[in-house]
């Protein structure tokens, strides 16, 4: 086929369990599909699946990664088509297996083969460095790194960094999930600058910890469809970053004040 | 021309099979279709022997050998114990056998407890739970399926294509529920709750759920 397409293959991932990798992942897979891409997201998490709930497509569920791996089924059958965008796709995982369910190899495979079909090929890993997370990473070509701004999730993500780097995945992009710009501000949490300074990594994004997710997780709709909140707009950036967008970060998003205000001072010494 | 069947029967002891009829060749073809279709139904239980009115003793035997070295039947040799067996599930007066079919009806597999996602429970007959069905657990039976608490999970009834089965819970709010070949899931968006017993079958090709309504 002289039309391929060659999709870019993203891995959501954080070592650190909690930090809002799945969240993340249907947000930025539903954000690019808003934006007109092809996406098919994939839950690698096989037997703790949680992203068909957090998307509302639990019920639609027949064939997961699974039976597409082992041959039960086509891949084509395996997916399972969102009920809001005609171009997002949901490949779920497995509940009643675990994780040696799926090899490294077979992975690579999988996500090869949806390459040619879609622009983008969200991976939602496990949490851990083990089986889930090495299958995960296995076809992917960028890595995108979830932390929250505590010290244990960023050592974390420290060390998944140094993994994904051995692994030959370089330059991975890094998201800081659940920020409150007024404990920032008092000092009491960690900083955008204090995680850059430690992970030194490029900064796809910044997400303020809002309830807003909280509510849109259990209707199962991503908080990126309705934008109505900030952490719903600030996923939106991303998705926009990602297909090579410029958006500067939002003033909720950057760690202290916005720009303007930093430029009064200046002028003012105020 | 005369119409040859089998039948598997179950006692406490163990099953047997009972022929009726003489053409070997129908006999054969008829036992191969129906161990196609419940060979693992058969697993682990014993074998007592073959009852056939009409049957040589080297016919009996060779279906006998078939059932040990091909399907892997666990076979008892004893000849008179079967016989005793035999008879005492025979109506007295019309010689007539009082047992159905357990190849066609199922056991029954009962569970008591919740069962949470992850789990998968699948039997060649019909299961009960005793407790509720948690989202993401699955229950897959060859028959029906009763739960005496929610239905959150996925349910199969009526695995091999069986459309004559039911799926019945206190509260019937499966993810998923097919019936034979038929898959439905709930809608979309908020569905207000009711409290009752409620039973899924198909109707008209169709799987309608209905209230249970005890006196009907």
Same mark, same amino acid.
């Given at each position: ?15 650190? *369990?909690?930090?809002? #990798? ?8 539903? *954000? ?43 891949? #084509? ?9 005609? #171009? ?113 990594? *490029? ?40 297909? *090579? ?26 | ?56 003793? @080297?016919?009996? =035997? ?43 009806? /199922? ?64 509260? =019937? ?13 709930? !809608? ?8 009752? !017993? @409620? ?5 008209? /090709? ?11």
């Amino acid at each position: 086929m002289d039309n391929e397409k060659l999709g870019t293959a993203i891995v959501i991932t954080s070592g650190k *369990g909690g930090v809002g #990798k799945t969240t993340t992942s249907a947000n930025i897979g539903t *954000g690019l599909a808003i934006l007109g891409k092809s996406v098919v997201i994939l839950d690698a998490d096989i037997g703790l699946r949680n992203l068909d709930v957090v998307m509302g497509l639990e019920n639609r569920i027949v064939y997961d990664i699974v039976d597409v791996v082992e041959g039960n089924c086509r891949l #084509k059958q395996g997916l399972i088509r969102d009920k809001r965008f005609e #171009k997002l796709y949901l490949l779920p995982a497995a509940q009643t297996r675990d994780k040696s369910a799926v090899k490294p190899e077979q992975m690579k495979e999988l996500v090869d083969e949806l390459k040619e079909d879609f622009d983008y090929i969200i991976i939602d890993s496990p949490a851990g460095i083990e089986q889930g997370f090495q299958y995960s990473i296995a076809g992917a070509d960028i890595a995108v790194i979830v932390t929250t701004p505590e010290i244990s999730a960023v050592r974390d993500a420290d060390r998944v960094i140094g993994i994904l780097e051995a692994k030959g995945l370089n330059n991975p992009k890094l998201i800081i999930n659940r920020i409150r710009p007024e404990m920032v501000k008092r000092g009491d949490m960690m900083n955008r600058d204090d995680i850059e300074d430690i992970l030194a990594i *490029g900064l796809l994004g910044i997400v303020p910890d809002d309830e807003e997710i909280v509510i849109s997780t259990n209707k199962g709709e991503p908080a990126v469809i309705e934008r109505k909140s900030h952490a719903g707009n600030a996923y939106m950036n991303i998705a926009k970053r990602i297909i *090579g967008e410029e958006v500067e970060l939002l003033d909720i998003e950057s760690s202290e004040e916005g720009k303007f205000s930093k430029i009064l001072k200046m002028l003012f010494g105020k | 021309m005369k119409k040859e069947s089998i039948t598997f029967k179950g006692v406490k002891e163990g099953v047997y099979l009972e022929i009726v009829g003489s053409d070997i060749k129908q006999i054969k073809n008829e036992l191969k279709t129906k161990m196609m279709k419940s060979s693992s139904f058969f697993q682990g239980t014993t074998f007592l022997g073959v009852k056939a009115d009409e049957l040589t003793s @080297e016919e009996i =035997l060779e279906i006998s050998l078939v059932l040990k070295y091909k399907y892997d039947f666990n076979l008892r040799i004893d000849g008179d114990f079967f016989k005793e067996i035999i008879k005492s599930y025979q109506d007295e007066e019309t010689g007539e056998n009082l047992l159905s079919d357990i190849s066609k009806e /199922g056991m029954t597999k009962f569970l008591h407890g919740t069962l949470r996602s992850g789990q998968i429970i699948e039997y060649n007959g019909n299961i009960v739970v005793v407790g509720d069905v948690n989202p993401g657990a699955i229950l897959k039976a060859r028959g029906n399926i009763i739960v005496l608490g929610s239905l959150k999970g996925v349910a199969y009834a009526g695995l091999d294509g069986n459309m004559d089965v039911i799926v019945a819970a206190y509260q =019937l709010l499966p993810t998923q529920l097919r019936i034979g070949e038929i898959i439905v899931r709930a !809608p979309d968006g908020d569905v207000s709750e009711y409290r009752l !017993p @409620e039973v899924a079958k198909i109707c008209n /090709g169709e799987i309608v759920i209905e209230p249970y309504l005890p006196n009907k």
